[in-house]
């Protein structure tokens, strides 16, 4: 039998990354984090410059140690997120290769073969994808989109509000990201919010502890404690509560079709627009698992307790509710490494031949 080069190797270097790192290390596995990024902070690095969490520092730690409050409000600022993150990674000296993206992942007798951008290879028994969501925004096809000849950028790609000075922005999408980014714009922009329906407003005092505990709640099938509240209803964080005391947090239903200078409304009317900025979210980040022919035309990858349930060496952590209850949030991914590492470790455990 070939000797991997390590028995568990981790893609992915962001919250559920080193969630993970922290639970096989109490365990006491050989690992390794492979890391496409050049420097620590996972998907937070690519957030807009004013994104800020959902829930206080106290509820958003990953294992082992707790974010510091945040020095500016009760919510912490991406940045002071980043910081957290690096200082979480170097205060446990994990062991981590960057930037180390992996392409390919293939099975190879016994073990899993990991295939890298700069053309090297690494073999491991076991392999925790932890790649989320980030680099794979999605983008709807509304009718004559190509026509359009003003600017279209994903959330994944708005920084600040500074180039839309003056125009006038469309942003499309009903959830968190779109309602922030509705206070924001609303400032320097002639904005109008796009959403399929009403958009759902917590009450003000309701925050991400919240949302976790009732996204935790349906995955356990306790429905009357889950309610109707989801991970995409919005969270009044103060930004937004701004933005609806001064009335600009409203919202119309969708364009029927795109023209060269903007959108046509299912009325026939039309509104010339410089701008539209997609909130419509992401699919799972999966591409390089598409050689094992287990992900699905929506990025998914049927899993069991978060392990492949065709591919019983691979894991996946921090992709949203379907790895794992609130997998996708700094508490959730922390929840959710804890319970898949005794499989890792019990995996580990039987002979190989």
Known sequence: MSIPDHSVII???????LATAYYLRRAGLDFMLFDAGTTPGGAWIHGWNSLRLFSP??????????????????????DEVIDYLTRYEARYGFPVERPAKVEAVTRDGALLRLSLADGSCRTARAVVSATG?????????????????????HSAQYRNPERFTGKHVLIVGGGNSGAQLVAELSWVADTRWVTTSEPVFLPDDVDGRVLFERASARVKGDFGTAA??????????PPVKEARD??????????????????VWPDGTETLVDA??????????????KPLGIVGDDGRVEVVKQRALHEPRLWL?????????????????GRTAREFTPDITHLLAQPTY
């Open 11 to 17: 893609i992915g270097c962001g919250q559920a990354g």
């Open 317 to 333: 952590a921090g992709y949203g509710n379907w790895t794992g209850a609130a997998s996708a949030t700094l508490i959730g991914a």
């Open 228 to 237: 109707t509240t989801t991970i995409g209803d919005i969270v009044m964080v």
């Open 133 to 153: 969501t980030w680099s794979a925004p999605f983008i709807p096809d509304y009718p004559d989109r190509a026509l359009f000849q003003g600017e279209q950028l």
């Open 57 to 78: 520092a106290a509820f958003s730690s990953l294992p082992g140690w707790p974010m510091p409050a945040s020095a500016s409000a009760d919510y912490p600022t991406r």
């Open 276 to 289: 539209v900025i997609w909130c419509t979210g992401y699919r799972p980040a999966t591409g390089h698992l």
């Open 246 to 263: 001064r009335g600009v947090l409203t919202s119309v239903r969708p364009f029927s079709r795109f023209t060269k200078t903007g959108v």
